[in-house]
């Protein structure tokens, strides 16, 4: 069992750079096919100050640190017995290539069910730019299937 006193638990903050290459990559794997997310020169006619990053993309940008899943190993999870329950994004502002991402999480909350048999953790994300500017936050929860 995950135990509660975990909740607030705060982790080492990741930075990312969003590149162009990546966002193109990303945009063509989930079959995006506005030029927007992979021609510079439309997205830029469009408003944008580069390629815009796509829905989803943070998550597998927070992905490519080292050792994504050391936050599980730090508050007692068997990753032989997880699954993946939940996930939101809010998005305050627009990323851009070029942008360098800081990624900040920590503990949101820890709940047992089906009397104690499943733990769920909850981790929340707070992603700023380069200035400081309140880009997404995001939410995902963790079930943790115990002994």
Do not use: C
Request: avoid cysteine.
């Amino acid at each position: 069992m995950i135990d509660s006193k975990h909740i607030g638990r705060a982790f080492a903050a990741s930075r990312a750079e969003v590149e162009k290459g990546r966002l193109r990559f990303f945009a063509k794997a989930i079959g995006e096919t506005d030029p927007v997310y992979t021609d510079e020169a439309v997205a830029r006619a469009a408003g944008h100050a580069s390629l815009p990053v796509p829905p989803t993309f943070l998550f597998s940008l927070e992905m490519e640190k080292p050792d994504p899943f050391a936050w599980m190993d730090e508050i007692g999870m068997d990753l032989t017995r997880i699954l993946h329950g939940e996930q939101s994004f809010t998005y305050h502002r627009m990323a851009y290539a070029g942008d360098t991402l800081t990624f900040e999480s920590h503990v949101a909350d820890v709940y047992d069910k089906k009397n104690g048999a499943l733990t769920f953790v909850v981790r929340a994300v707070k992603v700023t730019d380069q200035r400081g500017a309140h880009v997404a936050d995001l939410r995902s929860s963790i079930a943790h299937r115990n002994t």
